[in-house]
């Protein structure tokens, strides 16, 4: 795409952000001029973390990614993409459990919004394993989280569990 401004969005629940979605966003980072990392506000009753604490603590842990926008959408992630002039939107593939779901997602996106590309970016093969309920079931049952995410999100577990 040459000469094309790059404007990413890499969406998700992040609730809360674990050490393999901050690779990922890093790795987007990366490739993108403008970088927005965008938690999703539309109601889910399993989410432990308010949307404003998940903000916060994405703003905590991507202060090394320099001009990268936290913020948080409702609604589609389609409409959000055009309302910030996104042109990919970045997911992360850890194995192919997770392939049904995001090529799905992908062509349900890419229909309502067809000048958008959804890029799926590898993690390091460190967080493969690595999920946000994973990891929240770790917390609750006494577990140590701290390979697995940032010290501030460890605090914030320990303060709910
Ligand atoms: O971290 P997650 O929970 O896997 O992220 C899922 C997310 C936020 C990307 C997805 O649920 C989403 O895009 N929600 C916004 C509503 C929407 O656009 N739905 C249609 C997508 S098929």
Do not use: W
Request: proline content about 5%.
């Amino acid at each position: 795409m040459p000469n094309k401004r790059i404007v990413g969005l890499y969406p998700g629940s992040f609730d809360p952000v674990t050490n393999g979605h901050l690779d990922i966003a890093r790795r987007a980072h990366d490739m993108c001029d403008e970088m927005y990392v965008s938690v999703v506000a539309n109601p889910s009753k399993n989410a432990i973390f308010s949307v404003e604490e998940r903000v916060e603590l994405l703003k905590k842990t991507t202060k090394h990614l320099k001009g990268v926008h936290i913020s948080s959408f409702n609604g589609l992630l389609v409409d959000y993409a055009k309302q910030i002039k996104a042109n990919i939107i970045f997911r992360g593939l850890r194995a192919v459990s997770d392939f049904e779901y995001e090529f799905q997602m992908a062509l349900i996106n890419r229909t309502l919004h067809p000048k958008i590309e959804v890029v799926f970016l590898v993690p390091n093969e460190k967080f493969i394993f690595l999920s946000s309920s994973a990891i929240k079931e770790v917390a609750n049952l006494g577990g140590d989280v701290t390979p697995f995410v940032p010290a501030v999100v460890e605090k914030a577990l320990r303060r709910i569990y």
